[in-house]
């Protein structure tokens, strides 16, 4: 079936870097793709829906500069945490939906950041 | 914003045991889903029901559907071991975005 993969599944950085997070479709096309963030034991928050070709639209309460998301190409779209501090430490996921099945998604496995 | 809630948010029962899950939400839907987490990793999609539906079967998954009531269940029949899991219910708002629920944990206990 489907796979959207993420790169990388884990990441420790310092206070202060950008980090850049890709998620891509393995063997479909997505023009759409969407970024979650999971704190520990608590449910997924959508940040952003990821257009090819355009801007992203971001959540209320998700700063668009903070959280810079490029949707280049029909299988890559990429989040990437400016500046991060400790309070950005968190369980990032992409998803895209499925072909043909627009009401449904597949997820890629996610990206723990650790931001000292 | 969430629109789901579960109950209960924690479950640890026997291998073999049923587990049931509850989902409520507060919108009106054309459908609902059921994700499953395994610790650490990414969700997979388990079952839709749609608004015009009141039971779905897939293998040892049954997924009821109470418009009235805006609400859900999930039960696992026969759990197993590898059943240990979050699992999410969901909702479509707008444009494809998915808002999920609180989770429940579930735990099954060999």
């Known amino acids: 079936g489907a796979v959207v993969s993420q790169h990388p599944s884990w990441v420790i950085c310092k206070s202060g870097t950008s980090v850049k997070i890709e998620c891509r479709s393995l063997d479909f096309q997505a023009t759409t793709m969407f970024w979650y963030r999971q704190f520990p034991k608590q449910s997924l928050m959508l940040m952003a829906t990821?257009?090819?070709?355009?801007?992203?639209?971001?959540e209320q309460g998700v700063e668009k500069d903070k959280f810079l998301i490029n949707h280049a190409s029909l299988t890559l779209s990429t989040l990437t945490v400016t500046s991060a501090h400790p309070e950005d430490s968190s369980f990032y996921i992409c998803?895209?939906?499925?072909?043909?099945?627009?009401?449904?998604?597949?997820f890629g496995p996610g990206t723990r950041l650790l931001v000292l | 914003s969430q629109q789901g809630e579960e109950d209960p948010q924690a479950l640890s029962i026997q291998e073999g045991e049923n587990a049931t899950m509850n989902c409520s939400y507060k919108?009106?839907?054309?459908?609902l889903q059921w994700y499953r987490q395994n610790s650490g990793r990414g969700l997979v999609h388990l079952i839709l029901i749609r608004s015009n539906e009141r039971e779905k079967h897939s293998g040892r998954l049954r997924v009821t559907l109470d418009t009235s009531k805006k609400s859900s269940s999930l039960l696992i029949t026969a759990s197993r071991a590898a059943d240990t899991a979050s699992y999410f219910c969901?909702?479509?708002?707008?444009?494809?975005?998915?808002?999920f629920g609180q989770g429940t944990r579930l735990t099954i206990n060999p």
């Open positions: 969901a909702i479509i708002q707008g444009a494809q975005k998915l808002v």
């Open positions: 919108t009106s839907i054309n459908n």
């Open positions: 998803s895209a939906p499925v072909t043909g099945l627009q009401e449904t998604q597949y």
């Open positions: 990821s257009n090819e070709g355009s801007k992203a639209t971001y």
